[in-house]
């Protein structure tokens, strides 16, 4: 081939050669613009919402099961008129008590606008039951001591009657509870007593003596003045009951059997705002097989022989 014809292809060839690269950037540019109108065409915005219960409880639970505020009623003395009858010692047990500043027995408890706000009512699940304002009271000293370590154990107090240290025995847990909610069962038993000592079973106790730092101790003769001055209520807790299960309200206070020829062994709690995976209430009792101050699942395994509400309330 002659140098001339090798020019002429030499020119043909380049400018053949140098488009390729052209030709690439149009391609790249056309795919480009395809996947544009492809994503213009089918892209579709999703929007993600949380469900607004995401973080609520799968269970209601009554308010009585809810966690208590830890505040205090303010405490106050109400006279009590104990040897009047029962319809009459209602009115006066249930008088609106004046708040104050000082505790009382080295406790307090809630105030009444705190506790409208804290625990306005205490419900079952099968009823919107209304405590009443004595209920609460009761009800929230007895949890509190749940917290103050106290343990069961015997002592006489020849000076206050009420137990000065933490121990104590079943019928103190009543005393101590309603003496902080401003019922003093040492005065009010040993009048009832003074009075009306053929109502009480003196033959147990083997004496005809009072003895008014110990007798409201005994768990006879507290039983005896529940029985006549406080609501007497079913001894027999009946599961699935639903008008027998209302009648067990917190702050109530019952009595168990442990030996039926000797009553002295008997011992007594306060039923508690808690229940047991299947609604029973518990108890909150002090006994010398629990060795302290507990809150026991018991309403149905031991035998009850007493159950009462006081101060008794009023009817409306």
């Known amino acids: 081939m002659s140098s001339e014809a090798a020019k002429r292809k030499f020119r043909v ?17 056309i795919v480009a613009l395809i996947q544009f109108w492809l994503l213009k065409t089918y892209f579709r915005e999703i929007e993600t919402k949380l469900p607004e219960d995401l973080f609520s409880l799968p269970i209601k639970f009554p308010i009585s099961e809810s966690t208590l505020m830890k505040s205090y009623y303010e405490l106050g003395k109400v006279p009590v008129d104990i040897s009047a009858p029962k319809e009459a010692t209602a009115s006066m047990a249930n008088e609106t008590k004046e708040p104050e500043e000082t505790q009382t027995g080295g406790a307090a408890t809630l105030s009444t606008t705190e506790t409208e706000s804290g625990l ?10 209304s405590l009443s304002e004595e209920q609460k009271k009761i009800i929230f000293r007895a949890l509190e001591l749940l917290n103050e370590n106290i343990e069961y154990g015997y002592q006489y107090y020849p000076e206050t009657g009420y137990p000065t240290d933490n121990k104590w025995i079943s019928t103190d847990v009543v005393a101590m509870v309603l003496k902080d909610c401003g019922y003093d069962l040492m005065e009010l038993i040993y ?8 109502a009480y079973p003196m033959d147990l ?11 409201f101790r005994q768990v006879y003769f507290q039983e005896t003045f529940f029985k006549r001055y406080a609501l007497e209520l079913p001894s027999e807790y009946i599961p699935g009951d639903e008008t027998n299960n209302l009648q067990w309200q917190p702050g109530d206070v019952v009595f ?8 002295g062994k008997d011992v007594v709690g306060i039923i508690s705002s808690h229940k047991n ?3 029973v209430p518990l108890v909150i009792m002090c006994t010398k097989d629990l060795g302290k101050l507990s809150e026991v699942d018991v309403l149905e395994e031991y035998k009850i022989k007493g159950h009462y509400r006081y101060p008794y309330p009023e009817v409306d």
Do not use: C, W
């Not at 009048?191 to 053929?198: N, Q, R, T, V, Y």
């Not at 106790?205 to 007798?215: A, E, I, Q, R, T």
């Not at 168990?256 to 009553?263: H, R, T």
């Open 277 to 279: 995976d299947r609604g």
């Open 256 to 263: 168990f059997e442990v030996d039926k020829d000797n009553p």
């Open 13 to 29: 060839q380049t400018p053949r050669q140098a488009s390729k690269p052209r030709y690439l950037v149009y391609f790249i540019i």
């Open 205 to 215: 106790k083997g004496s005809k003596n009072l003895d008014k730092y110990m007798d």
């Open 120 to 129: 306005s009512t205490s419900e079952t699940p099968n009823s919107s039951f």
């Open 191 to 198: 009048k009832d007593m003074s009075e009306h000592k053929e």
